[in-house]
Structure formats: structure tokens, C-alpha cells
């Protein structure tokens, strides 16, 4: 009897706090006089909503909201757009961390520019063991061939080099990482490639060649790899970012980013592949998904083939400027056993596939497992270059296809050349694989790409770069709309990671995830949408970023 007052009593007492004395519900924060994209299922607009508790508990009008609740704090927008916290639906996070720690090599437009680079990252770092770098593509260079190590060992005779290219699917050694790592001459590795000239390294390595190097780079303290990740986050919720994928991660990885979350020193939210071994698959295979509020680990990520701007992406005929056809990165037979062993667990699947021979042999194997349409929401990431009897296959097995929309206008200088004039029609096809799907969730691949969705945003309804070239866009056939554009960026994101009940849209019950932007990417013009700040980002109803109003 006791126990049933003392009950009675509680709930008593959690009405009274629901209301303020004057009558009216109680929330934590209320923003008004907004243009509310909620981005639910009929794309409807609002003006106001409420938070309590780190979820909206009502959206809707001004009048609506300000007569129906009181908040500890009320945010006028003053008319300025709200959007629900933008997805990067397949990002590299805990990569990106570490490049904050290596030399920038982006942009660069020639060799002898990196050299200039190192020299200046040797300069602030004259205690490292190693130099590392990444960022570099010979696609930006007058001369498009890949590089050789000469002028790194005159430059550091005595000190490693590693240098990743951009795509993350090559890299260039030196002659003393060369040493270090024991290779002095042609090695037959599958899947990845040790170039040899005139039977002599040129230090470039290729897909699963570049771990021969990077398994003995010294690895960054815990406390060094904490200070990353939070400079990683901070840049990222900068450019309105509250959930990233992170396509492609180990055990060791995932449990220090748990630790972070458990201890509160990290806050975005984060899906995190598991990369696929056998010592990954036994451990979370017997474990089962992990599912946390911020940090989930119920996608194992397959690296199926390379990149097209390496040559490593596989392809069905060969490449129209080079006398190969790229390669898989682990033989179909691993690839499908694999995949059979997920099938029969609660896991998700989602595999890198660039070349068209890779997402052909991936599609049967999916289709063989899912025999038809379904709701296992297995993905491929990228379906950059798809053969043209191969697009309904993504329909005919609800198959999610991931794409990077700044990837097209990244590579669309040099793709015609790697794929000829009529097999580049089938990639970075993103309106036509939308229309096979009925969604499209976007992400950017950073630090591919860089870290802010609205390059995604304008790249995907544009298909321009960011000086708006080419005139008219890149195959502009295949432009998204920017309803469909904002909806890949947030709620279809959501739903590819099986979360579009709790997040991705500004509605009454999910959490209090958004985005206040300092003007509207769904009416700016087309060159001006790069450009636009953000002004605040809120992740469960607590601000992450504010931008200084100095």
C-alpha cells in the first residue's frame, strides 16, 4: 500500500513539473519564427517546435508552440531555415582524426609541391619518426602518371615517408620506408600492386600492397588518437554534421570510441562499420550488434575493389587509357562466404564497389542471399560505375546504393578517359539509381572529400564543382532534385542505418537532432550554396556548435 502512494505520489508530482504555474507544458527549449523543413513523409513545413528531454515533443506553428509550452529557453530564428542534423551517410571519422595529425597534400598541382609541403610539415614536426602525409591526386598535375619516390629520397634520404593518395588507395613510399618495411623488389600480392620500372620501386603502392608500409608506422598514442577525434568532431558538427557513418572500421577502434561516449568526451553520433576479417567476424558475429544512443556497430563494411583514379577499381573490360582492368580486393569466393555467414545474423551488410565487374559480382551474391525484395537494407557503397543491364538489380534485391555526390565532380575531369564515352554514362548515376530504389542516401567519403554535406548538397542537384564547371553540370541527366537531395541527408540516411523511427526528421517523438543554417540551401542559388554557415548544430536538444556572432 505504501508502495503504491509513494508511486502515486511521483506521478503526482512529474504532472505538476510538466506545467508551468500559468498552465502551460513545460519543455527544455523552444525555437519559433522558423522556416522548418521537418523533412517527414510529406515534406511538410513548420514554423516552431518544442524539446524536452533531448526529443521534440511538438512541431508546428508559432502561435501553436508559444501558446502550448513554456522552455527554459526560447530561440527566435528570425525567420532563418531549420533542418533536421545532417547525415554523412559513409564517411572515414576516425580516419579524418588522424590526417589532422599528418601533412595536408590536398590541391597540390605538382610533385615538387609536396616535397615543398613535407619540407615546411618537417619544419613544425622536427621530432617525428616518420613523415606522413596524405591528399595528393596526379590528376590536378600536368603530368598524369603516378609519381615516383626520386625526389623524396634526395629531399629525405634518412627519414621515412609514406604519402597516401587522396581515394586512400595508393600510396607513395620512400626508399627508407621501402627498407624498413623489407621490400626490395617486385612482390606478388593479391589484390594490390608494388610497381616496378625498369625493375626498379617506384615506391607507389596499391590497395593491400600499402599495409606492407603502414603496419609499421608507429600508431599515435590514446591520448594523442582522444585529441584527434575531438578536433575531428569539432570540424564536423562546424558544417552541421550530427550522425557520420564511419564505413569501415576494427574492434580496437570501435571500443576506444565507445569508451569516449560511455565518458562523454565525444558527442556526434556514430554508425561504425565493421571491417571485414575473420577475427572481426568471430568476435561480433558471437556478440551481435551493438547498439548504444550514440555509437551502433551492426554493419560489417567489405572492401570489395579499389578506386578509378588509382586503377584499382575492377571493371568489366579494360580501363580505355591503361592496359589493365583494376582487380578485387579479396577473391569472390572469401567475399561470398563471407556474406552467407552475415546472412544468417541480425547484421547489416555494405560493400565498397566502384568498378562495373564489381558491382555486377556483388548484386548476384546479395541477390543469391536475399532472393527478392526485402528489408535487410543491405547497401553498396559508391555504385559508381554500374553496367547498364545492372540498375534494376538494385530494385529487384531493395538494395541501397551509398553515394558520394562530390565524388562526380571530383572525377569527371579525367573519369571519360578511364571509362571511354559510353561506360561513363553509367556512373555516378545517381538520379537513375534513385529511380530504381526510391531512396539515396548521401554521404561525402572525407577525407576523400571535404568534411561539409552542403559540397554533397550542391554537387548532387548542380553537378558542378565548386567554380561551377562545367558550364550546363556534369551529365546533368542525372542531377537529384533538392527535396530529394535534403531527404539523402537526412532521413533516407537515417533509414539506411535502420534509424529513420527515432531520427533524420523534425517530428514529435524523435531525438532533437538539427541544424540552423544562415540561409535556405532549398532556395539559394545554385553558386552561392557552398557558401551558406551554419549557425547552430544541436544534437539531442543540446547545442554543439554555435558560430561566434562577434
Known amino acids: 500500500m505504501m508502495k503504491n502512494k509513494s508511486l502515486f505520489s511521483v506521478l503526482i508530482a512529474l504532472s505538476i513539473a510538466a506545467f508551468s504555474c500559468d498552465g502551460l507544458k513545460q519543455a527544455d527549449l523552444i525555437v519559433h519564427n522558423a522556416v522548418v523543413y521537418t523533412v517527414d513523409s510529406a515534406f511538410a513545413m513548420a514554423e516552431a517546435f518544442a524539446v524536452r528531454e533531448g526529443k ?18 526560447t530561440i527566435d530564428a528570425q525567420g532563418l531555415p531549420v533542418y533536421p542534423g545532417f547525415y554523412d551517410a559513409h564517411a572515414h571519422f ?3 582524426a588522424q590526417t589532422l595529425g599528418q601533412a595536408d597534400l590536398t590541391g597540390v598541382t605538382s610533385f615538387a609541391e609536396i616535397v615543398e ?3 615546411i610539415f618537417r619544419d613544425e614536426y622536427p621530432d617525428a619518426d616518420w613523415l606522413i602525409g596524405r591528399g ?10 603516378f609519381p615516383d619516390r626520386r625526389l623524396l629520397d634526395v629531399a629525405f634520404p634518412d627519414i621515412p615517408v609514406y604519402l597516401v593518395r587522396i581515394d586512400g588507395h595508393a600510396a607513395l613510399a620512400n626508399g627508407k620506408a621501402l627498407e624498413l618495411a623489407g621490400i626490395s623488389g617486385p612482390v606478388t600480392i593479391e589484390g594490390g600492386t608494388v610497381e616496378v620500372k625498369d625493375g626498379r620501386l617506384t615506391g607507389i603502392l596499391v590497395d593491400n600492397a600499402m599495409a606492407r608500409v603502414s603496419a609499421i608506422i608507429p600508431q599515435p598514442t590514446v591520448a594523442e588518437l582522444i585529441q584527434m577525434l575531438q578536433r575531428a568532431e569539432a570540424a564536423c558538427v562546424a558544417v552541421g554534421l550530427t550522425t557520420v557513418s564511419d564505413a569501415g572500421l576494427d574492434q580496437q577502434a570501435i571500443m576506444l570510441l565507445d569508451s569516449l561516449y560511455k565518458s562523454e568526451k565525444l558527442r556526434i553520433r556514430n554508425h561504425a562499420m565493421i571491417n571485414l576479417s575473420e577475427a572481426n567476424l568471430d ?16 554493419t560489417f563494411k567489405i572492401l570489395a575493389d579499389g578506386a578509378l583514379g588509382s586503377r584499382g577499381a575492377c571493371l568489366l573490360q579494360p580501363y580505355s587509357d591503361a592496359k589493365t582492368s583494376g582487380f578485387l580486393l579479396f577473391n569472390p569466393e572469401t567475399i561470398e562466404t ?12 555494405a560493400t565498397h564497389a566502384i568498378g562495373d565487374s564489381t558491382n555486377r559480382l556483388i548484386l548476384a551474391i546479395y541477390g543469391k542471399y536475399l532472393k527478392g525484395q526485402n528489408d535487410r537494407r543491405w547497401r553498396i557503397e559508391h555504385a559508381q560505375v554500374v553496367a547498364p543491364q545492372d540498375f534494376e ?7 541501397i546504393p551509398s553515394v558520394q555526390p562530390t565524388h562526380a565532380t571530383s572525377d569527371m575531369y579525367w573519369a571519360g578517359e578511364r571509362l571511354g564515352p559510353e561506360r561513363i554514362k553509367g556512373a555516378y548515376a545517381y538520379k537513375q539509381l534513385l529511380e530504381q530504389t526510391g531512396l539515396l542516401p548521401l554521404g561525402s567519403d572525407f577525407p576523400v572529400e571535404h568534411i561539409n554535406p552542403l559540397y554533397g548538397f550542391h554537387a548532387a542537384v548542380a553537378r558542378v564543382d ?26 533516407w540516411a537515417a533509414y539506411a542505418v535502420f534509424e529513420e523511427d527515432s531520427r533524420g526528421s523534425i517530428e514529435a517523438g524523435k531525438k532533437a537532432d538539427f541544424v540552423w543554417l544562415a540561409d535556405d540551401i532549398m532556395t539559394a542559388p545554385d553558386d552561392q550554396l557552398r557558401n551558406i554557415g551554419v549557425l547552430q548544430t544541436v544534437i539531442a536538444g543540446e547545442a554543439v556548435y554555435q558560430k561566434d556572432q562577434k
Open 393 to 399: 538489380k538494385f530494385g529487384k534485391y531493395s538494395v
Open 338 to 349: 563471407a556474406i552467407a555467414r552475415i546472412a544468417e545474423s541480425d547484421f547489416q551488410v
Open 117 to 119: 609541403r613535407l619540407k
Open 56 to 73: 521534440f515533443i511538438a512541431v508546428g506553428s508559432t502561435d501553436e508552440i508559444l501558446s502550448t509550452y513554456t522552455a527554459n529557453e
Open 466 to 491: 565548386h567554380d561551377g564547371n562545367p558550364t550546363g553540370g556534369f551529365q546533368p541527366e542525372n542531377a537529384i532534385s533538392r527535396e530529394d537531395a535534403l531527404r539523402g541527408m537526412t532521413v
Open 94 to 96: 576516425f580516419g579524418f
Open 283 to 298: 568476435h561480433y558475429l558471437s556478440e551481435g550488434p551493438y547498439i548504444s544512443e550514440r555509437l551502433t556497430a551492426h
Open 136 to 145: 595528393w591526386d596526379q590528376n590536378l598535375w600536368d603530368t598524369k602518371t
